[in-house]
Nanobody
Framework: QVQLVESGGGLVQAGGSLRLSCAASGRYTMGWFRQAPGKEREFVAAISRSGGSTYYADSVKGRFTISRDNAKNTVYLQMNSLKPEDTAVYYC?????????????????WGQGTQVTVSS
């Protein structure tokens, strides 16, 4: 069973930064998703197993960076220039198959989520 443990969420003012971490029990394709109250879960970013390929939602391009440290089986989401509309519960997800999916239903395993709140 794949285990994912997220950390790094919190409260930050608009324009600030946060870094989320997701420690996995192995090396997988990884993605970050978020879900705001009353909204559907949406794709944020994804990274291949090697780290050579990354994908971003248009809403976060240029502000968020996904990266990984394969020696630690950990994936990061560096979030800069945060906006109030980035407020959500952020989830990391893992998939054992090849490819880098951007749809939530393509991911097999999910973390428990971490709250990110951006105040205006």
């Amino acid at each position: 069973q794949v285990q994912l443990v997220e950390s790094g969420g919190g409260l930050v003012q608009a324009g600030g930064s946060l870094r989320l971490s997701c420690a996995a029990s192995g090396r997988y394709t990884m993605g970050w998703f978020r879900q705001a109250p009353g909204k559907e879960r949406e794709f944020v970013a994804a990274i291949s197993r090697s780290g050579g390929s990354t994908y971003y939602a248009d809403s976060v391009k240029g502000r968020f960076t996904i990266s990984r440290d394969n020696a630690k089986n950990t994936v990061y989401l560096q979030m800069n220039s945060l906006k109030p509309e980035d407020t959500a519960v952020y989830y990391c997800a893992a998939d054992r198959r090849l490819g880098v999916p951007t749809r939530s239903y393509d991911y097999e395993f999910w973390g428990q989520g971490t709250q990110v709140t951006v105040s205006s």
